[in-house]
């Protein structure tokens, strides 16, 4: 038997090892990712448990469906939205839109330097996590970074808003997630 083929295939081996330990580290991660969805009672005082997250209720997971702003400004919504996008590992628009909110709330003093980390994350061609935007408005962004204010990513943020409201939010109500949650609280969603 020749050694090279015995080799070969014990790489291939652990290729598939490593395929499958992955598959299964994902399947893991993403069950982690959603166990808030699943029913459970208030851990009783004292028995060192921390408490289960919030649940949506009804109400919450139905608003969802009307449009974007209503998940994008639920606590609930917001977290099930991100999770779901990084299931499909396109988690950066949502990520940019965050920080573009918490961005507008911070002291003037920190705008520059926040301003720079926003833009060096998410802006700047060949950002770790860039975002996909028209080169318009990535120029008038780059611009506005001469002399930044609170006001330095709203055309870039509402870019990503709208390409997010056409592409990954009707994804989400589509998925299996959002649909066994509606299930849950009885609440009938239109044909996708």
């Not at 299996?176 to 009938?188: E, N």
């Amino acid at each position: 038997m020749d050694v090279g083929l015995s080799s070969s295939d014990e790489r291939l081996d652990q290729k598939d090892a490593d395929k499958q330990k992955k598959k299964r580290d994902i399947a893991k991660d993403v069950k982690e990712k959603f166990s808030f969805l699943r029913l459970h009672g208030d851990p009783s005082p004292g028995s060192g448990k921390e408490p289960k997250p919030s649940r949506p209720n009804a109400g919450a997971v139905r608003s969802w469906s009307t449009s974007l702003d209503a998940l994008l400004h639920d606590k609930n919504g917001l977290k099930l939205f991100k999770e779901f996008l990084a299931s499909e590992f396109s988690e950066e628009n949502l990520e940019f839109w965050i920080a573009c909110e918490e961005y507008k709330g911070i002291e003037q003093s920190k705008l520059v330097a926040q301003a720079q980390k926003i833009y060096t994350d998410f802006v700047a061609i060949q950002a770790p996590r860039e975002i996909n935007l028209d080169s318009q408005t990535r120029e008038l962004t780059a611009a506005k970074m001469v002399k930044p204010d609170h006001q330095t990513f709203d055309l870039a943020q509402k870019r990503i808003q709208s390409l997010m409201e056409k592409d990954s939010y009707p994804r989400f109500l589509r998925s299996d997630v959002y649909h066994r949650l509606a299930a849950q609280f009885k609440i009938s969603l239109p044909p996708t």
